[in-house]
């Protein structure tokens, strides 16, 4: 089953407010992915992560690899109705590399 | 620069029947991924190939087999369906994880057993 366990489950914003979402393991990764999907689509790939307390930006997207590597931070600043969708993270193992375990995602919706 | 491709897009099959998934990879990507997606939850990972041959495995049953040809496509097969197959099938492409760990993913198809 899945190991990854995603907070919160859903989320009702107000258009420009920020966003935090989480993601929390019992155990160690050593890569932390986050993807949007939308629906009927694949997910897309936002930020990789690569070390342990690393911060990394993609334009109004940030996220953090934990220090403990057990857990991962994305937020999101000024949404846009755009930023609907539903967001996950996903961890990787040196031991098990190109094997993604997923947790159940982050529902967002915006509000204009 | 062509993205991950997959088709077909939607199919619907009987229990007990067996259907054929294909992939394309992004250009320059030789590994190939297959993943489950059912409605409400996270993808969960099949197995892999790279160099034409099943390099990881998921908890999936040995009804799920695949195959990867020399253009780096893939096809995933499904033997004897179940109602619980029914699902949102993923192909995600990356390079070898020696190098990457990056996947990206296809629209993916969408199996709907009857």
């Known amino acids: 089953g899945q190991q990854l366990n995603q907070s919160p489950q859903s989320m009702f914003i107000q258009e420009g407010e920020d966003v935090s979402m989480n993601c929390t393991s019992s155990s160690i990764f050593n890569t932390w992915l986050w993807y949007k999907q939308d629906p009927g689509e694949g997910p897309v790939l936002l930020i990789a992560?690569?070390?342990?307390?690393e911060l990394t930006s993609n334009g109004r997207l940030t996220a953090q690899f934990g220090i403990t590597r057990k857990d991962s931070f994305l937020n999101i600043s000024a949404s846009i109705p755009s930023d609907v969708g539903i967001y996950f993270c996903?961890?990787?193992?040196?031991?098990?590399?190109?094997?993604?375990?997923f947790g159940d995602g982050t529902t967002l919706t915006v509000k204009p | 620069d062509a993205g991950v491709t997959q088709s077909p897009t939607h199919l619907i099959k009987t229990r007990g029947q067996q259907v054929t998934l294909r992939c394309s990879p992004k250009?320059?990507?030789?590994?190939v991924s297959w993943y489950q997606q059912a409605l409400g939850q996270g993808p969960q990972f099949i197995f892999q190939y790279y160099e034409e041959e099943e390099r990881q495995r998921g908890n999936f049953p040995d009804r799920f087999s695949g195959h990867q040809f020399p253009n780096y496509s893939s096809e995933l097969n499904v033997n004897a369906l179940l109602l619980g197959d029914s699902a949102l099938y993923l192909c995600a492409s990356s390079l070898d994880p020696g190098i990457s760990y990056e996947q990206y993913f296809g629209p993916g198809t969408r199996l709907t057993v009857t």
């Open positions: 996903a961890g990787q193992r040196d031991t098990n590399a190109g094997k993604s375990t």
């Open positions: 992560l690569y070390k342990a307390g």
């Open positions: 250009s320059g990507h030789d590994t």
